[in-house]
């Protein structure tokens, strides 16, 4: 087994892991010689339709379990006859014996739908009884939330992925497995942070990769649980009982404590909500467990079985808090990749104690940094992995352990060498220092490290040929971090390379795969060559600041290559020319980013997250008279991002951006407005019906506007055939403008096109077409331009769906 490829890692990274197709029944898998394993599929006796969710449970041990999606359970208990109790609300609750050997044994489940609701057990009341126990806990919630300030917890974590095609009792099965301790602090409302003190792995996964956490607990206090795109209502919001029907199905002995257990499930899947049961306690009314799936709302292209289970524990001074968390959930991968198992399984488990409650330790940085990597965690002390919090191996994980870090050791054959070599050239592809392609340079082969030996030193440096222009091009440069706590730097770098021009849409685009399949190149370019001074700090939280000083000459780059493998042009679009000369600036840049970061001994990375805002304000001031140069200017832009959840109907993302320049401004310093990627792919965050035509200006001005509704326009629409639709839907538009202003002109500005009335464009999307061929998830879109520009007044392309 060789290392996973940087895919398989982000794949872990962003859900954990996972699935297999639904529909398709899995082998039963293998029990040890001393256990009994039951499995089977609980079924709707009229219709013969898979329950999902239904609660399966061993009177005998009180073991307790769910339907998967496709109706598929498994329960383990020692051999003999086992009494399962199988419930679900809407149907009458079945009661069967099952004789069952040591090994597997198979036994279906028919549920026939009921007239009336489950019957309460055990609690008397004039009204539901589960509703009364509901109101209790939202109380109770209420009561025990407003008494913490802030609290702190130590943790120990495991990460495990196994492949589905192998017995799971293996250790084949067990592709790598991760483990942490961490450190957490949390506050009201809403502040989270989690250090990681000591981190092992696999060998096969890099110390770097492994960042696995508790993460911020799904906190069923708040009236709203955000996962990923979706807000989904806690079923203890203060309106859980207009979203939600309960229904008693059982009363527990935990800790010997009375424990009333709960069904829950939507009133409708107009909404993405939660599906499941939850523990609360007799007379104190504390939750001490949920063990919940999502509803078919609830869309991840890739995972399914999602399932969610937490149990909570009285730590004194009337608090429960979680002491187990457990996440779990299936992967499919419809399109075969070197290195991935094509199904797969992930398991996320947490161990919680020692809890302090109200302490006031506030970690620096709380609101910034949610995750923190310690300096020592990769040499942590042996005492690190013990403690009654360490969650040990299972028999099939440690002889795994073993098995990976030995197949590490052997030399790989020829076509893993081959597979290992292939993954490798398409990541480095990926990074422009590494290999490029354009019209100016051909292909360009470099080398781009980055060295970190000495702490706060990061050393920067670039090396590589372009073969169409015949042109080595470098960059060595460097920074040092003064403060880390103010993030106070200071650098310097000296280069010779083809830079693009600024725009708004393509701004952080790559550029090499259309233009070498297709000769698709919105970019223009010219050569630098100069050094550049710079400083930068903290203002305040979220927030950045970058002073440069610029003594470069730049020169215009003509067209050496007009190459493609698949030409959809006739003629190489022309490289615009600039005007030749010294460029000596000073630039400032202001940046405010609301996205919580990770922070590691070399770096700090910016965290997924489903709302943020990002504004950046930049200036650029050439004055002849004070630092020499060719060019005598004055240029400003502001740009904002926005991406937020709107009305619980999905996700918008606003893209807005302007700027303008005064002065003699080169054409190197223009605001332009491109025409992005095209080649039959929809452009995310730009236009798709100008065609070939790039807009410029010494003054522009740009919005762009998404709305992806997933699935939700659609369920909640409530008409029969509608609301069952498995598309998603988005809405797009945007509009631009540019124009020159008060512009002494430059050589090559009559070729330049502007749009000094509003050009704009509107048009929807369809998705979730192949969901069968992730991560080929096809979407197609459609665009009209609402203006009178002559261009494309129709546009149609495709994408992929969003997750």
Not at 483 to 494: D, E, L, N, Q, V
Not at 503 to 529: C, G, I, K, M, Q
Not at 642 to 647: A, D, H, V
Request: hydrophobic share 40%.
């Amino acid at each position: 087994m060789r290392r996973p490829s940087r895919s398989f890692i982000l794949l872990l990274a962003i859900l954990g892991g996972g699935v297999r197709r639904a529909g398709t029944q899995p082998p039963p898998l293998p029990g040890s010689p001393d256990t009994a394993v039951v499995v089977g599929t609980v079924y709707d006796t009229l219709t013969g339709a898979r329950l999902r969710l239904v609660i399966v449970r061993v009177l005998e041990t009180g073991v307790s379990t769910l339907t998967d999606d496709a109706g598929r359970y498994r329960v383990t208990a020692a051999p003999g006859v086992l009494h399962l109790a199988v419930r679900q609300i809407g149907y009458e609750p079945a009661s069967l014996l099952v004789t069952a050997p040591a090994g597997v044994t198979r036994q279906d489940v028919y549920l026939h739908p009921a007239a009336v609701a489950l019957p309460a057990v055990t609690v008397t009341s004039t009204e539901d009884p589960a509703g009364r126990i509901i109101r209790a806990a939202i109380a109770r919630k209420h009561e025990l939330f407003h008494r913490i300030h802030d609290y702190n917890y130590a943790a120990s974590v495991k990460f495990v992925v196994r492949d589905l095609a192998k017995p799971a009792d293996s250790a084949a099965s067990v592709l790598l497995i991760t483990e942490t301790r961490t450190t957490a602090y949390w506050e009201q409302p809403d502040h989270y942070q989690e250090t990681i003190l000591a981190r092992r792995q696999s060998s096969n996964l890099s110390a770097e990769d492994n960042l696995v956490t508790v993460g911020e607990i799904v906190n069923f206090n708040r009236e709203r649980i955000v996962l990923r795109r979706y807000s989904l209502v806690s079923p203890i919001a203060d309106d859980a009982l207009d979203y939600y029907t309960y229904g008693v199905l059982d009363t527990l002995a935990v800790d010997g404590r009375r424990v009333f257990r709960l069904a829950l499930r939507p009133q409708s899947d107009a909404s993405p909500l939660f599906v499941g049961v939850i523990d609360i306690a007799d007379s104190t009314y504390d939750v001490l467990g949920i063990d919940v799936g999502v509803n078919r709302t609830v869309r991840f292209n890739f995972v399914r079985n999602i399932r969610y289970r937490q149990r909570l524990r009285a730590v004194g001074d009337g608090r429960c808090m979680p002491s187990e968390i457990r996440l779990t959930g299936e992967v499919h991968i419809g399109v075969p990749h070197p290195g991935i198992p094509g199904d797969f399984v992930f398991e996320h488990v947490a161990s919680l104690g020692d809890f302090r409650f109200d302490e006031g330790n506030r970690p620096p940085d709380l609101r910034e940094f949610r995750v923190v990597v310690s300096d020592r965690a990769d040499h942590p002390d042996s005492a690190a992995w013990a403690g009654p919090r360490a969650i040990p191996l299972t028999p099939a994980e440690s002889s795994a352990w073993a098995r990976i870090d030995s197949l590490e050791r052997v030399p790989p054959s020829f076509g893993a060498r081959v597979r290992d070599g292939v993954g490798a050239a398409v990541f480095l592809s990926t990074d422009p220092d590494f290999f490029h392609f354009n019209r100016v340079d051909g292909a360009y082969f470099g080398l781009g490290p980055t060295w970190r030996g000495i702490p706060g030193l990061s050393l920067d440096t670039k090396v590589g040929y372009a073969t169409s222009s015949a042109r080595w091009q470098y960059r060595i440069g460097g920074d040092f971090r003064l403060s880390a706590a103010r993030r106070f730097w200071i650098g310097a770098s000296y280069h010779d390379e083809t830079v693009n021009r600024p725009t708004f849409v393509s701004r952080t685009y790559n550029p090499t795969y259309r233009a070498l399949l297709f000769r698709v190149d919105p970019l223009d370019y010219y050569r630098e060559r100069g050094l550049t001074l710079a400083v930068g700090s903290k203002l305040f939280a979220f927030s950045r600041f970058e002073l440069r000083y610029n003594d470069e000459r730049q020169t215009t780059l003509p067209v050496m290559t007009d190459y493609a493998v698949f030409a959809t042009r006739d003629v190489q679009r022309a490289n615009p020319t600039i005007l030749d000369g010294t460029l000596r600036s000073v630039s400032g840049t202001f940046t405010y980013d609301s996205r919580s970061q990770l922070r590691t001994r070399d770096a700090d990375v910016y965290l997924p997250s489903l709302t943020w805002t990002r504004l950046t304000l930049g200036a650029e001031i050439a004055a002849h008279d004070v630092l020499g140069g060719d060019f005598a200017f004055r240029r400003y832009s502001i740009s904002i991002q926005r991406r937020q959840r709107t009305l619980n109907l999905g996700v918008t993302t606003i893209f807005a951006a302007g700027g303008i320049a005064t002065g003699w401004v080169p054409p190197q310093r223009y605001f332009a407005v491109d025409f992005g990627m095209r080649a039959l792919t929809f452009q995310t965050g730009g236009f798709n019906t100008p065609g070939d035509s790039n807009y410029a200006g010494t003054r522009a001005a740009m919005l762009t506007v998404r709305h992806d509704f997933d699935r939700l326009l659609f369920a909640k629409s409530r008409l029969p055939l509608i609301r069952s639709l498995p598309f998603t839907l988005s809405l797009h538009g945007g509009v631009f403008w540019t124009d020159f202003h008060n512009h002494p002109a430059n050589p090559g500005d009559s070729l330049l096109l502007t749009a000094p009335h509003a050009y704009t464009e509107a048009g929807f999307g369809l998705g979730n077409l192949t969901p069968f061929l992730f991560p080929l998830n096809l979407a197609v879109h459609f665009t009209w331009q609402l203006s009178r520009y002559p261009t494309r007044r129709f546009q149609f392309r495709f994408g992929l769906t969003r997750s």
